[in-house]
């Protein structure tokens, strides 16, 4: 195997996540303490780190136990 067949991606699913709601990314904000720019990168894929609280207020945020709902593994 290759170099490049272990290169991943961490992916955030806020959109989906949001969409599945009919929640807006300004009120997951206001829920989860997070600033809508943050958040917003993070749907994105702006961001070059993920810090785990933010992960921890989404899934308080939007009642979810399963961080599989929040995050999954892609190829780059």
Aim: aromatic share 2%.
């Amino acid at each position: 195997m290759s170099k490049d067949d272990y290169e991943l991606k961490v992916e955030i699913l806020i959109n989906k996540l949001l969409a599945e709601r009919g929640m807006s990314l300004r009120e997951l904000a206001r829920l989860s303490g997070i600033e809508p720019s943050n958040l917003s990168n993070l749907a994105n894929g702006k961001r070059e780190r993920i810090y785990l609280e933010h992960i921890e207020r989404i899934a308080e945020a939007l009642e979810i136990k399963d961080i599989s709902k929040i995050l999954r593994l892609t190829k780059k």
